[in-house]
């Protein structure tokens, strides 16, 4: 089969894995011991080789995605789990463990190495305690400064009250601060909040900018605003019913996606199967979520750019509310579906069915003229393209090194999609394409959103015809699910879906009871969100706020 032959049928071209001995033999006396994950080889090291170990994966052996880095306290010792895959092949995975003693958790930085995991490591320190050596900032991300304690440490007392001060601010009126510019002249300087409550940060985002002149010249995104500890309460939820709700609240524009990593995670670790109808029901709700999601992303982004209310953003909010119309049908809500369950979905199509497949269908038929209209107002306004063209650069290797994935890593040209590289649910039954631009700016994030709703029609309608089919005597929606599911203890697992913002990731370390002992939550936003400094660093104010709606960013989900 040809590349093209395999992308139209969703799949990708097999690609030699690397064995866990040869991997073992590539390391050496570098690895100390061994874990047991489900997903994929676990290697202990020390600390303090850190870099030289994931120096070795990333450049021998080419697991160049630093997926996610899950942090945790035992009784005896804090550890750290770097999850590694390859862009190439997201099955070929391997994790390094890096256990520090309880006395004194201080790991080396992985920075150096993968430059996302600064903000991860930053988390780590932040919510668990594990402090990084040659870390180039350490300090909180999600709590402020002055957080007494760690909140996913063990010891965390959490009816202990937080006096929390507040620090004085850089005085906006005081003299311009200078930093040392190119050949040692200095340049006048200036500090410049954007947010945290601005029309332009799409949330609770504050954005501390130093101009040079109009040119930006370093960006600081400060986060943590609607931090909520979500981690922490799946923790204290059961498996079976009290985790995949919470998830709705995280991306709340495109939510049913993550609904799916979370049970993706759960019936890994539990070795729960489900049904292949139930697959086929998952697959048609989660591409009308990706819908949700691009529609509000391309209104938004037209409002950013160019100040398009009554046309563009009232387009994107009409289509969506057909969509919305169509889930509420599906799940009975609007926003919260909580549709998934454990093993399969809650409930089948709704009554008369004749009903909702004609309901589908007529939204899927008026759509591709509905797009052409979103490409002549959006795509095709020269406004648009003059601040979004060549602006916003990220190139392919730099979005790699942050972690990037989703629309935002496959506009630089990244061909990754979990949907067809990781295979779940009933994608590789079914004709789609994955849609990649090479122009690595904010157009073209636009573009493959827009290219990806075409596709998640494509997706939905196929379904459509096949659950229209299915022998109504095979219609099960649910496997033979316990009703209480304690699974052994220290069963690990990382499993990750595609999300429409990107790679949503879900690490959970089981202790035999029915709550997780660990629950890490990986976002893309979190990751995309560390990769606009990068693009906006030398561009002008009004660019780097076109570049932070390209990135279809939900604080929800970057705080979680």
Known sequence: MSLEESESQGTTPAVEQTSEEELADLLGDLVVDRDDHKNAPAFVVRPDTVRDVLSTLKEEAGFDHLSCLSAQEYDDRYESIYHLKKYADPTDEVSVVVPTPTERPVSQSAEPVFRTADWHEREAYDLVGIEYEGHPDLRR??????????????????????????????????????????????????????????PATHGVLHLNCILDGEQVAHVDPDIGYLHRCEEQMCQQGTYRYQIIPYSDRWDYTANIPNEWAVARAIEDLADLDVPEYADVLRTMSVELGRMLGHFLAVGTFALDVYGDFTAIFMYAVRDREKVQNIMEDLTGQRMMFYYFRLGGVVWDLPEPREEFFEKVRDFLEELPPTLEEY???????????????????????????????????????????????????????????????????????????????????KIVGQCIDILEDWPEDERD???????????????????????????????IRADGTDSPARFKIRSPCFNNLHSLPEMSNGEYVPDLIASLGSLDIVLGSVDR
């Open 141 to 198: 991300i999600l709590l402020p400064e002055t957080w007494q304690g760690h909140p996913l440490s063990l010891d965390y007392d959490q009816d202990r009250p937080q006096i929390v001060t507040l620090r004085e601010n850089t005085n906006p009126l005081q003299e311009d601060r200078r930093i040392p510019g190119e050949d040692d002249q200095d340049t006048d300087t200036m500090l410049l909040n954007i947010g945290p409550h601005h």
């Open 375 to 457: 490409h002549d107002l959006i795509t095709g306004n020269e406004i648009l393209q003059s601040r979004t063209v060549g602006t916003g650069v990220l190139p392919p290797e730099v979005a790699k090194s942050y972690g990037v994935t989703g629309p935002v890593a496959r506009a630089s040209g990244i061909d990754y999609d979990l949907r067809r590289d990781d295979p779940y649910g009933y994608y590789p039954e079914l004709d789609w394409n994955v849609c990649v631009e090479d122009g690595c700016d904010n157009y073209s994030r636009l573009l493959v959103r827009l290219r990806e709703v075409e596709e998640s029609a």
């Open 477 to 507: 929606i649910q496997s033979n699910v316990p009703r209480t599911l304690r699974p052994d203890d220290d069963t690990e697992t990382y499993k990750a879906v595609e999300a429409a913002k990107g790679e949503m990731g879900i690490y």
